[in-house]
């Protein structure tokens, strides 16, 4: 008989609690079941709102006039809500996907790609009011509460993960990976969002007909499927002939106002002057995703040419120059991308990497640095952990080599071989395997593998046969998936009643 001895897990219950209270909504006044605090809310908002704006292209920093224009009209709206206590804050974002979003708490944001398609200021609101009733009306904490929005902090980690080779930087210095990752409320929270929204807009002194204006041109687009609105408005908030409907009934409901055409207008006229060279941004793109570097050039020489001060055409360029083999002047181009937008993560990532690449190490750790502060993203925290790992830190290294793993990608499968590579310096045992068998003539054997891709110099066991603890050290090296089996001068064994245990005590590595 070969007995297989087991260890004896003790099974720790762990109960969670969950504090579970009933709330009054402040938007519709229902009573709903809350798992977070309006505190925790906003708290998990704030925490959230730089790294999302990092992730989604950063801000749009080349008018100062524009941020103040949508502000003041997000601020004229949040002091109408049924919550205008909040911390809101309105930026637009500098990303052509056309988008807007609600964190908890009051923090959205409107991507310039969403302005380039309003018309005037009412239907601006009626953005920025839908996504107020969202923050407002707690969409987010039930979401929350019913387990259904992710973790913000890990998905802004996975941005840039998906080449070593640089193409996710493309995407992210173009700002077309950013799908609309944020929480995809459901569609009843949709319909109270246009909703309230409405109302916000009437008690602001806003036309409610630029909500139903704005469903209707979304449906049009659906209708064209136009590839950037599915990435983006479109799979947060999806546009349907149910929610026109909804808002023409609404509308009728409410007072007429303002629609302020001509401010508008004049606020976006930047914007539209440099929609060529956003478009010639995208032709860049499609080129460097196809390794064609010279045409990449070309291309953003134009773009460059129209607005030379758009820090992405420069960072893009430093790309383009990167493929075709002039580092010099990818190196020039990514100073140039981070002096017009110092505040931004991706041209301190693309220089530090590319740096690191050209071996120099201590320079590029620095700009990794840099963009690993303004937004964690898997590839730097790649570099971090290669930094740590040659400074014997490993537990600091496991940090970042597991950030990387997890977020997926091509840096994934390396991540993978470091971690195995710290748990080999760590816990050396762990690779080695040990059991118990009963030879023909019922003698106690021991059957040991090494596991790990290297030799091991010193094995060293722990046995427990009836009671009695005794130690047995290997007499020879344990090569590479190496098993050798030994006998322990135990037997023969009768008493099949007693425990028999066998455990891995020390395991040092050849070197
Ligand atoms: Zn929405």
């Not at 990449?296 to 083999?325: H, I, M, N, T």
């Amino acid at each position: 008989m070969q007995r297989l001895l087991q260890p004896v897990y003790a099974i720790s219950l762990i109960v969670v609690l969950f504090m579970a209270g009933c709330a009054v909504n402040p938007v519709t006044g229902k009573n709903e079941l809350s798992l977070i605090s309006p505190k925790q809310e906003i708290a998990l908002g704030e925490k959230n709102y730089e790294p999302s704006r990092q992730s989604q292209g950063g801000d749009y920093y080349l008018e100062a006039e524009l941020q103040a224009y949508v502000r003041s009209v997000g601020n004229r709206l949040a002091a109408q809500s049924d919550r205008p206590d909040l911390p809101y804050e309105f930026i637009v974002l500098n990303n052509s996907v056309p988008n807007a979003w609600a964190l908890p708490g009051g923090k959205i944001a409107i991507n310039r790609g969403l302005l380039d398609y309003l018309d005037d200021e009412s239907q601006l609101a009626a953005v920025l009011a839908h996504e107020i009733v969202h923050a407002a009306a707690r969409h987010g904490a039930s979401q929350m509460s019913r387990g259904t929005l992710a973790n913000i902090g890990m998905l802004a980690v996975a941005v840039g993960t998906q080449s070593h080779d640089g193409s996710q930087l493309y995407a992210a210095a173009s700002q077309l990976g950013a799908a609309a990752w944020m929480a995809k409320y459901g569609r009843d929270d949709e319909l109270e969002s246009d909703y309230y929204g409405m109302e916000y807009m009437a008690r602001a002194g806003y036309d409610p007909q630029g909500a139903v204006e704005l469903q209707r041109t979304f449906v049009k687009l659906s209708e064209g499927r136009k590839t950037d609105f599915i990435s983006g408005l479109f799979a947060s908030h999806p546009p349907s002939v149910r929610r026109v409907e909804a808002n023409v009934a609404r509308a009728k409901t409410l007072p007429g106002g303002q629609r302020y055409r001509a401010r508008y207008q004049a606020a976006i006229a930047q914007l539209k002057k440099d929609a060529p060279a956003y478009s010639t941004q995208t032709t860049a793109v499609a080129a460097l995703n196809k390794k064609q570097g010279k045409e990449a050039l070309a291309a953003l020489d134009k773009a460059v040419a129209l607005q030379p001060g758009e820090s992405a055409f420069w960072e893009l360029r430093g790309q383009a120059w990167k493929l075709v083999d002039n580092l010099a002047n990818a190196d020039r181009a990514f100073t140039t991308a981070i002096s017009k937008n110092p505040g931004y993560f991706s041209p301190y990532l693309a220089r530090g990497v590319l740096r690191h690449e050209r071996g120099q190490t201590d320079r590029g750790l620095t700009d990794i640095k840099r963009s690993y502060a303004l937004l964690p993203t898997s590839t730097a925290s790649y570099y971090l952990g290669e930094e740590a790992m040659a400074k014997e830190q490993y537990s600091l290294a496991a940090k970042y080599f597991k950030q990387t793993y997890q977020a997926g990608g091509d840096l994934a499968a390396r991540s993978k071989q470091q971690l195995q590579a710290i748990q080999l310096e760590l816990e050396p045992q762990s690779f080695i395997a040990a059991r118990l068998l009963l030879s023909d003539r019922r003698e106690l054997l021991v059957r040991t593998t090494n596991n790990s891709p290297v030799t091991m110099s010193v094995v060293q066991l722990r046995l427990n046969i009836a009671g009695q603890t005794s130690y047995l050290t290997l007499p020879q090296p344990l090569a590479a998936g190496q098993t050798i089996t030994l006998g322990t001068g135990i037997g023969p064994i009768v008493d099949s009643g007693s425990q028999y245990l066998v455990e891995v005590a020390a395991a040092a590595i050849d070197r």
